[in-house]
């Protein structure tokens, strides 16, 4: 029996139809839903989202081509037979939010809302794993965290999933509130809130207001799980409060906190961690390094347990956690006289992360005659203080003894007229310029720490630096899109 064959069927011509108030032309079973013709699999439903910059029902026809069940449609497209599977609706936009709406209300899985600052994705993987160890788990795929996004993760959701994680974000205020009320979860995590997206708003408190809209999607049953240690708990305290809800969980080192951190043993490639939730006492080893997963590890196991998953069992589950591509992912690559490590934190940046890796990276030994390089490119969306967020990064640097650093783009030129001389590697424009530059410096021992918005490309600096390995073939990965919200 073919792989494709055990899939479950996700929509039927006539469930669909129902769902968005559509017209089917021919019966259909799908096994799956998507909106990039690229990535079409058999037996999915191609929804053919109009963007600003394409037009979906351009690629219907290759899409069908491609093995997709069907394709959803406002107009039939040129080029595609009047017999095709065809699920013909007023918009598809709202047509795939109405299969996402559809899917909520018929699952029995206990549903999950992250958001934060940084580390809604890594969380959010955090929690499919210690819950896929439990039960069927459904999660969001990738950063798919936006207003065509998270419709399209709970339209891929299966009906008998036992729990499912979603990720929400945003960067104006206003965008999560829709986002909660169609995904209603019964459990919300918000890692931190931080300086980020300082372009789209004027303060820090106008930040967790924004990301206090998750809690409008919820019952006064539900569960919200916050920093404890964060200045404005307090601020998403009463945000829960308003929207009815009286169970609200902190984490965090605070005393007050329902899952406290007692200690922890921080090394450079995990940590292990004694802490006490609602006053039992649990030890457990987290595979991940950085006191930063030591925090969220602690939300992650707060929201396992409202959910109704075992605690012990998610906090075995840490030990075998893994990286996120793009997010600490690391390998080992061999030059001709020795190997180095690239750690690979290239898809986003904001100035809590990178302070956070550069913490890392300073818990990493060197080989012989190597160096801690810090390969770091813009931050985005930071408005008028860009350039001073940037240069302050200079103490997490030195706090760290990061040896060399290397930094492309306008803003990181900041960071780089602040460095000490005998901090320097290199400075270029673009990523595109940096990525020679370092290949052609990086030798045997080195530690390699490459980072940045998504936006600032520096997946180019990641796959020049490997394909100098000699042990694999050069290829050349796609670089990643930055399509997520904050």
């Not at 906090?315 to 001709?336: D, E, H, I, N, Y």
């Not at 898809?347 to 990276?361: D, F, K, Q, T």
């Not at 270029?428 to 052609?440: I, N, Y």
């Not at 390995?469 to 050069?474: G, K, L, M, R, Y």
Request: a neutral charge; one cysteine or more; aromatic letters at 4%.
């Amino acid at each position: 029996m073919s792989e494709d064959a055990l899939k479950p069927v996700l929509w039927t011509a006539e469930d669909a139809a129902a769902a968005t108030g559509g017209q089917a032309s021919t019966p259909w079973r799908a096994t799956g839903v998507s909106i990039d013709s690229r990535k079409v699999e058999p037996g999915d439903l191609f929804v053919a989202i109009q963007g600003p910059n394409f037009d979906g029902h351009d690629f219907v026809a290759q899409a069908l081509a491609n093995g997709a069940a069907a394709a959803m449609v406002s107009r039939v497209p040129a080029g595609v037979a009047a017999d095709a599977p065809l699920l013909a609706v007023e918009d598809t936009l709202a047509g795939l939010t109405d299969l996402g709406r559809v899917a909520r209300m018929r699952t029995k899985a206990r549903v999950i809302g992250v958001t934060g600052s940084v580390g809604k994705t890594g969380t959010k993987e955090a929690l499919r794993h210690c819950l896929s160890a439990q039960g069927r788990t459904f999660a969001t795929e990738g950063s798919l965290n936006n207003h065509w996004g998270v419709p399209l993760s709970l339209a891929r959701m299966p009906e008998d999933s036992q729990f499912a994680v979603f990720e929400l974000g945003m960067n104006h205020a206003g965008e999560l509130g829709p986002l909660s009320r169609l995904v209603q979860p019964e459990v919300a995590v918000i890692t931190t809130v931080e300086a980020v997206h300082l372009e789209f708003f004027a303060t820090v408190e106008s930040i967790a207001d924004a990301k206090a809209e998750i809690f409008e999607g919820m019952t006064p049953q539900g569960v919200a799980v916050l920093n404890r240690d964060n200045p404005h708990f307090g601020r998403l305290l009463a945000a829960a409060r308003t929207q009815g809800l009286s169970r609200i969980w902190g984490f965090g080192g605070h005393e007050d906190a329902e899952a406290r951190l007692l200690e922890c043993s921080l090394h450079a490639t995990c940590s292990t961690v004694t802490a006490s939730f609602k006053g039992e006492r649990i030890q457990y080893c987290l595979s991940l390094p950085g006191k930063h997963w030591v925090m969220n590890s602690l939300a992650v196991l707060l929201a396992v347990r409202a959910a109704g998953g075992d605690l012990a069992t998610a906090a075995r589950s840490l030990s075998t956690l893994q990286p996120v591509k793009g997010r600490g992912t690391r390998k080992r690559v061999q030059l001709a006289h020795g190997a180095f490590t690239l750690i690979d934190e290239s898809y986003n940046a904001s100035p809590v992360s990178v302070a956070a890796s550069i913490e890392v990276l300073g818990k990493v030994d060197p080989g012989a005659g190597g160096r801690r390089i810090a390969v770091l490119g813009d931050m985005r969306e930071l408005g008028t203080r860009a350039d001073q967020l940037h240069a302050t990064l200079s103490t997490p640097l030195k706090a760290a003894h990061i040896d060399t650093v290397y930094c492309c783009g306008p803003h990181m030129k900041a960071l780089w007229d602040r460095l000490p001389a005998a901090m320097r590697g290199r400075y270029a424009e673009d990523s595109k310029a940096l990525a020679p530059l370092l290949a052609a410096d990086v030798r045997g021992g080195d530690v390699v720490l490459v980072k940045g918005s998504a936006g600032s490309r520096m997946a180019l600096v990641v796959e020049a630096l490997s394909a100098l390995d000699q042990n694999t073939p050069s290829s050349r990965p796609q670089a990643a899109i930055n399509g997520q919200r904050g």
